[in-house]
Each structure stands twice: as C-alpha cells, then as structure tokens.
C-alpha cells in the first residue's frame, strides 16, 4: 500500500473504529447475558432477539458513519474538491467499510446464542450478515441520497423487513424456510443493486457545503429561540405562547421519529392487510414488532433531544435566554418522553383496534386464535416503563453528544455497560431480595406456619399485601427520583456548552452512587416497612 | 524609502510607485547606489500584487532611474542626478499652487503673500542658525 | 495576456441553488497570473459560481472551463492544479494540525515541503494540537498552508477573511502575495470572491462585479479607479440649469455638489467651472466605492 493510501485508509478506519469497538462490545456483552438465562428458555428467546437487534442495529449504524462523518465535520466539499478520482474516495471508504461490518459479523457468529433450530438455522445469514451486506450496499447510498446519517442507517432496515413479509405471503414460515432463504438472497441482490447505484450516485454527487443539518434546517427551528426573548412585561397570555412555540419546536426537532413510525405503522399495515386477505397467514406477529419498535423509537428521540440543538450551534441561543433554564428543558424532556411513550404505545393500540379479533388459524378442531387481545394490556403497563426508561437513558447520553448519530451510537457501548453491571449485580440483588421475603416470613409466630385454617392468617396476608404495596411505592418512588436525578444531570450538561471526559466520569460515578444508596435505601427502607406493619 | 499609495488618486498603483521612486531620488532620500527593496517584500508590505511593483520597477529601469542587476536586485543609478533639479522643482510648485489656492481662499492679496514668504524664510533661517549653534 | 489561453473561462454559467443563491447567465474570463477579484453581496451567486467551478454543482446550462478543460468531466486534471479555501473550513476534529496535513499532502503529487515549513513557522501554527482546538484564524491559516504547499497554478479563494482580527487577516494577504506567488509568479493565478474589497485592494488586478446572478461590471483595476472619479463643487450660490447627465448624483446642499462621473469626469469638471465655483475638486473612488455604487445603481435600475 502506498503511503498515500495508506494515510487516507487510516483516517477512514479511525472513523469508525471507536464506533465499531462499541458495538462489538455491546454484542459480546449481550452474548454473555444470553447465556445465563439457560434455565428460562422463554426469557432467552427474547434476549436472543435483542441480540440480533443490537447486532444489526449497531452494524447499520456504524455503517452510516461512513459517509455520515463527512456530514457531521462538514468536509464532505473538501473531500471532492482534492485531485483524486472519486471513484478511489469511494473505494477506500467502502474497503474499510466492508472489513469493519465483516469483522462485527464474525464477532456476532462466533458469539451468537441462537440455538440450531432448523428457523434459526435458515435465519443465521439473514440476521448476521445481513446488517453486514446492507451496510455495504444500502446504508451509504441511502446517507447519500437523503444527506442525513441516522435516516440513511433506519431507512435501509425497511428493505430485507418489507422482502421476508412479502416472500412469507407465499411461502409461509410454519411451512419451511424458504421466506427466509428468499430474505438472505433478496438482500444480496438488493445489496449489489445498492452498491452500483451509489458507484454513480457518488460520482456525480454534488456537494455545496451546506449539508451540516443545522444549515439546511428551517429558520423555524431556531425561530422560537429568538421568540422566546419577551419583554420583562410578560402577560400570562405572552407565556402561553412560549410554551406552545417551544412544544412545535420540540416537535419538529423529533421529526426523523416520527418518520420512523409512520414507517413501521406502514409495514405492520401492510401485514394486517396480508393477515386479512388469507387468514392462514400468521405472519410475525405484530406485538413482537411493536416492542421492538417502542424501545426504537425511545432511543432515537432521546438521542435527538440534545444532540441535534448542539450540532445545530442552537444551542448558546437558547442559553442566553430570560427564562430560568429548567422550563425549556422541562418541555423537551416532557414532549421527548410522550412522543416516545406515545408512540410505542400507539402502535400496538391502533393495531388491536383494526385487529381486535386477532388473527386466527383454521384447524381441524375449529378457529384458533393466535394472539388474543389479552396481551396487549400486559405488554403495555411494564412496556410503558422500559421505554420511559430508554428514553431518559438515550436524553442522558445525548447531552453529552456533540450530535444525534454519535448519540445514537454511543446508546449501544453505553447498554453494553448496563448491562454488565446489571448481569454482574443480578446475584447481589436477587440475594437481597430474598433476604427480605425471608425476614417477612420469619416473624410469622410458628404455631400458625403449620396451622392453615388459623384466622390470624388473614390478618397477616392483610399485612403482606400492606407492606408489598407500600414498599411497591417505595421503589416507584426511588426509581422516579433516580430517573429526575439522571435528568437533573442531562439538563446541567446540556446547559452549559462545556463537555468533557472528566465530565462523564464525575456523572457517571455520581449516578453509580445514587443507585448504590437509593438500594440500599429501599432495602433498608422495606425491612423498617415491615417491621412497622408488623 | 516610505511610500504612500493612494486609491483615491484615480492614478494607477505602478505610476504612484515610479512617481514616488523618482521623488525620493530627486530630493536625496535615495542616492546613486541605494538599494531598491525586493519585489516580494515591498509587495507584501504594501498588500500590493507583485505585478505592480515589477511594472514599477521595469518602468523605472526603461526610464534609466535605476538598473537591476541579475541575482542582487536594483540600484538607483548614477545618471538619475540629473532628474534631481526638474523634480525637485516640480515637488515645490505642487506645493506653492496649493497654498496659492488656499490664499484665494482666505483671500489674501499677492502683495500679502510674498511679504508672508519672505518673513517665513528669514524666521526659518534664524532658527535653523540657532539650531546649529546651540 | 489575451492571447494565451485562460485560465477560468464562463460563458453564460445558469445554475439556480436554494432560495437566493443563483448565478443567472454569467460570463468571465480570467488570464493566467492575474489577481481576480469577484465581488457581490451576500446571495449574488458568488458561492454558487465558484461551486461550478470546482465541480462541486453541475451548471444547468453555460459552460464552465478551467484550465481549459471541463471541470466535470475532467476532474482530476483539473483540481490537481488547483487549491481551493473556503469561507467555512471543514478539518476532522480528531486529527491534529500535522496529521491533516500529512493527510491532505496524500492527495497531492507535488508538495513543497520548505513552503509548508516556512509558513508553519510564520503562522506559528501547534502542529501537536487537534484542529477542534484551533481557533478560527489558525483554521483558516491551516487552510491556507494546505492550499499554498502544493505549488497550484490556480488558488481559489472563497470569502477567506471574513470573520478573522486584523492581524490574521494581513498575514493571509501578505502570503498569498509572497508564498504564494513565489515559484512562478505568471503562472500563479489568484481568484478571490469576497466582501471585503478594501483588504483586497492593491492586491486585485481586475474584476468583476455579481449582482442577482448576472455580471454587471468587468473591469481593470487600475482603469476603474481612473474612470470612476467623484467630482466635488462648492458655488457661491447653487447656479440654475447645472446640467449633469452622464453624472450620478450623490449628495447636494445648500452651495455644495458632489457627483460621480463613469469616464467622462474631465467633461463634468469643465461643465461645472463653467459656473465658475468657488472649489472644485476631484477623487477617484476605490474599488469598494465603485462597487457600491455600482450595486445601487444595478439595484435601482432592476
């Protein structure tokens, strides 16, 4: 390799290797996790999916950063204007490109928990080195083509989802695997066609320098900044109007979420459509798409939150403003976390309404319903947290990103990370757990432990659910003021323009230790309940 | 050598340049032997195009004000003495037009304005003798 | 000079970009080791124009020459003789003032490397620090010495000062007359596109002037300052029936008149001594002033 070649090679891999390192974390570290839950095959069975999702959500999104950096750093004119043929700029891209998507394959095949059913079996290349394939071929001629990194890498998703639901129509997946196989192939192809397309698309792309999406935003955007600036002699109606001009703008900030969507609300559609026309087809169900979608959404607007003001430079405007900082902030969190939860709710809500008598399947025995209506409510009081949750989790780590794609990908090391911690205190917690159920049940006097038509049962059961309901309010307690401490946080960051790693360390251990004591707190807290009911 | 360019003269750049060249030669800021300043230094600092100064220079040389020798720059040449007197008194009747101009004006009479002259030099005598005695 | 082949050659360049940036049927034509001067206001095309040149937007019609060749079709030719500084530098923030140096030199054939000492030094640049530490001036002087080394026959140079202190601002001049022009200096061609003319002044041997997309003023340098003369009258009392077409108004009161004249200021002059004024004096304008002048008049006149 020349040295020439060499500098130009070097600088692309350091665009993406920090990334790529992260997302490979991330994978290995929900491998591991897979592996613990041996003993409960329906829990592994979503992790497993949560698995690949993080594997090709990662590699589309590191993907992205190819062409997406350019964007960012603005030199995307400075490249073209250098006396090198585009042809090789592309090339090397595409090059260092291709060997970091192969390298995150072969370190979700080697790691991959998925059992060796015959389905999964068919679905390895579809799931593994399908994100591979597409990040070559799809995700940069998509960036390109739209001038946006994060729309380039969700957008590509669209084409191997929308290819397996159409083959599945014909070639139903409880009949064998041929959708699937025709998913794997279909990719390819669509894949090759990606790439010769953006061959051209590159070649004659132009680029006038105003591409950083801060420049091409509307004024309107940063209007309510400057509209925000009252005259001291407020009256309550000037103020109504703040707000609701902070809300739109908020809004519009999240309009890449809502695309996304409208996307998958058009793919599910489309399902309902197919499901209606010929019964037997079962389809994926679209619960298993809505959950995924849900925690998708979360992140993605949560990423965005902060991200996207700062890489718009709005952000010294907004500061200088006459309003105590925490109301602005209050709204973007509050309008964030409803689109998020709205959203992820919304979906599944308006598909049980078009869906209400499910789908069902013709058997000899008569008409079985697949998935009752039942579920979506179980789905949506736990489903409603853990989205809030990765929410307030992606607005953190949006404040300290200087935009939403490097946000967006700092959400995969940074779950990596949860998830370690998590999986290395699940023991100590369970054990304190059980240490608490142990101690309510010792004070029960021993006469009554083998007497079960004893009346004083009631009493204590009473008594059981007393202390359960309030050490449940304990938690929801500790866990909201855990949630508004993490966005005291973001908020601090994303007042103050200044960001930096002794930053993050000091908030990163400042939460670790509000979690350490907020458990203990609750622990503590829940013997002192029960000793009081007692 | 100072120079003075003037945008506002209406007189192209490289013109003002021989003119000044050609005045500081006459007057004796600049003798027989002096050396030029190179094209590139004076260039930039009169954030100048370097054309102008060389148009300058050659300009200069055609007239025989000054001779450029290959690899150690130009020199004001010796037959530039001659141009000295013509200049000279060229500078000083710009001069004396100007404050003919500014006697109509104010409306001083001719008369007047020699007697002032006269007095003006006898004063800057004294004071020259004085400076050079004390 | 017109003999030889230019080296940017437009004739009737169309190209419409976003809302206001629009070239509308321009034509130019700049010979080798001139100091080119392209002035405009904000949105007259400018940018636009010099996109195409660089083949980062494609003309909707009108062709664009450099160096004689097609900058679209013959890419590489082209840019490999020519260095382009933006008015928004883009560096990636990771790599420090050595490493995108190194980076930029990879592209190049040709880098002079006495020449980027020489102005590292000047600039006194921090070659260990990362270009997301470097302040706007250093940006632009980093901009400057990545475009000066390669030793281009064409350096193209797009609002390169706005925004920068005053000292910044000389230092980049002075190099581009000294560093830049130094190898071959008529070969070296400059192209400026910029604002602040004042700056540019002794610098630009001809020019041209961009109005809402199309050409409205070419001309010598040296022969503007000449033609373009304010002429400047003080009467004892204003005279009736002063006759001042082919003149521009500029101010009047109560005894005075100031008027600019477009290459016929020695007619103006002895029109007005004919009414014998008490004071009458004339200036030639700069380019700055030519060029708002011109402005106005092209603007009041669409």
């Excluded at chain 1, 891999?13 to 592996?35: K, Q, S, Y």
């Excluded at chain 1, 105590?324 to 409803?338: C, D, F, H, N």
């Excluded at chain 3, 400059?190 to 409205?216: A, C, M, R, W, Y």
Aim: charge should be positive.
């Amino acid at each position: 390799m020349t040295s020439a070649l060499y500098v130009q090679t070097r600088k692309e891999a350091r665009a993406l290797l920090p990334w790529a390192a992260g997302v490979a974390l991330a994978t290995v570290v929900m491998a591991i996790f897979v592996g613990r839950y041996d003993r409960f095959p329906n829990f592994r069975h979503e992790l497993e999916v949560w698995f690949v999702v993080i594997h090709a959500a990662g590699v589309l999104a590191v993907a992205a950063l190819s062409l997406g950096h350019e964007l960012t750093h603005g030199t995307l004119p400075a490249l073209l204007v250098q006396p090198v043929a585009r042809r090789r700029v592309l090339g090397t891209k595409l090059a260092v490109l291709a060997v970091v998507a192969v390298t995150l394959g072969l370190v979700a095949t080697l790691t991959a928990p998925v059992r060796f059913t015959a389905t999964a079996a068919a679905a390895r290349p579809l799931l593994i080195w399908g994100p591979a394939v597409m990040a070559v071929g799809l995700v940069p001629l998509l960036t390109l083509l739209t001038r946006r990194p994060m729309a380039g890498a969700i957008f590509a998703v669209m084409i191997p989802g929308a290819i397996v639901s159409v083959a599945e129509r014909f070639y139903p997946l409880r009949d064998g695997v041929q959708a699937l196989t025709i998913g794997w192939y279909g990719t390819l192809i669509a894949s090759a066609c990606g790439l010769i397309a953006l061959a051209y698309a590159f070649a004659g792309a132009e680029a006038a320098g105003d591409e950083r999406a801060g420049r091409r935003s509307s004024p309107a955007l940063r209007q309510p900044a400057l509209a925000n600036v009252a005259p001291a002699t407020q009256s309550a109606r000037k103020k109504q109007n703040w707000m609701w001009l902070t809300v739109k703008k908020e809004l519009r900030l999240q309009q890449l979420t809502l695309a996304v969507t409208a996307l998958f609300a058009v793919a599910c559609g489309i399902m309902v459509v197919l499901q209606r026309m010929d019964p037997p087809y079962a389809g994926q169900g679209v619960g298993a798409i809505a959950a995924l979608h849900g925690i998708f959404i979360a992140i993605i607007a949560g990423s965005r939150a902060s991200a996207e003001e700062r890489h718009m430079g709005v952000l010294a405007t907004q500061a200088l403003q006459p309003k105590p900082g925490w109301r602005p902030w209050t709204i973007k969190v509050a309008v964030t976390l409803a689109i998020a939860v709205g959203l992820a709710v919304a979906l599944p809500a308006l598909f049980r309404v078009v869906d209400a008598d499910a789908v069902t399947k013709v058997t000899e025995s008569g008409v079985v319903s697949l998935h009752p209506a039942q579920d979506w409510f179980e789905l949506e009081s736990e489903f409603f947290a853990a989205v809030a949750l990765v929410g307030i989790a992606a607005i953190y780590v949006s404040s300290l990103s200087s935009n939403s794609l490097w946000a967006l990908l700092s959400c995969f090391p940074v779950a990596g990370v949860l998830l370690l911690l998590f999986g290395g205190l699940e023991r100590t917690l369970w054990s304190l757990r059980r240490a608490l159920q142990v101690d309510h049940l010792s004070t029960i006097p021993s006469a009554m432990r083998t007497n079960f038509r004893d009346p004083g049962w009631r009493v204590w059961e009473q008594k059981f659910l007393l202390a359960r309901n309030v050490q449940d309010y304990l938690f929801i307690a500790l866990f909201l003021s855990f949630s508004l401490f993490v966005l005291y946080l973001a908020h601090r960051n994303h007042r103050t323009l200044e960001r930096g790693r002794k930053r993050i360390a000091f908030q990163s251990g400042l939460m670790a230790a509000s979690l350490v004591i907020a458990t203990a707190a609750y622990f503590g807290a829940a013997h002192l309940v029960w000793a009081v009911i007692r | 050598m100072r120079f003075q360019l003037n945008y506002k003269s209406g007189k192209p750049v490289y013109l003002q340049l021989v003119d000044q060249i050609k005045a500081a030669v006459a007057s004796g800021a600049a003798q027989a032997g002096d050396a030029l300043p190179s094209i590139r230094p004076l260039a930039e600092e009169l954030r100048v195009n370097r054309n102008t100064i060389a148009k300058a220079y050659a300009e200069l040389e055609s007239q025989g004000v000054i001779e450029t020798s290959a690899g150690k720059g130009s020199f004001v040449s010796g037959a530039a003495t001659a141009l000295r007197k013509d200049a000279r008194v060229r500078l000083l009747t710009e001069e004396i037009d100007q404050a003919v101009v500014q006697a109509h004006h104010l409306q001083v009479a001719k008369t007047e304005f020699l007697r002032l002259a006269e007095e003006r030099f006898e004063s800057f005598e004294k004071r020259r003798l004085r400076a050079s005695n004390g | 000079m017109s003999s030889e082949n230019p080296v940017i050659d437009i004739n009737n360049l169309v190209r419409r970009y976003g809302r206001t940036d629009a070239v509308d049927g321009l034509s130019l034509r700049v010979a080798p080791g001139r100091c080119y001067g392209f002035f405009g206001r904000n949105g007259a095309g400018k940018t636009t124009t010099i996109k195409c040149l660089l083949n980062l937007l494609r003309p909707s019609s009108g062709s664009v020459r450099v160096f004689g060749l097609d900058p679209a079709r013959e890419e590489v030719a082209v840019k490999s003789r020519l260095s382009y500084v933006p008015d928004q530098v883009g560096f990636y923030p990771w790599m420090t003032v050595r490493e995108t140096l190194e980076y930029l030199a990879s592209f190049r054939t040709r880098w002079n490397r006495e020449t980027e000492r020489a102005l590292l030094d000047r600039f006194r640049l921090p070659e260990g620090h990362k270009t997301s530490h470097l302040s706007k001036g250093q940006r632009t002087q980093l901009a400057l010495v990545a475009a000066i080394s390669p030793e281009p026959d064409l350096l193209v140079l797009d609002e390169p000062t706005s925004g920068l202190d005053p000292i910044v601002r000389r230092e980049f001049i002075q190099t581009v007359i000294g560093a830049y022009q130094e190898g071959a200096p008529g070969q070296r061609t400059v192209f400026i596109s910029t604002h602040l003319i004042s700056e540019f002044e002794g610098l630009i041997d001809e020019f041209t002037i961009i109005d809402q997309g199309k050409e409205v003023l070419t001309l010598g340098a040296d022969a503007a300052r000449a033609r373009y003369q304010k002429v400047y009258a003080r009467f004892h009392a204003l005279p009736a029936g002063l006759d001042l077409s082919g003149a521009k108004l500029l101010r009047q009161r109560a005894r005075e008149i100031e008027v600019v004249g477009n290459g016929n200021a020695t007619e103006i002059v002895s029109r007005l001594n004919s009414h014998s004024p008490e004071a009458i004096e004339t200036e030639a304008l700069t380019l700055e002033e030519i060029f708002v002048t011109t402005v106005q008049n092209a603007g009041a006149q669409a």
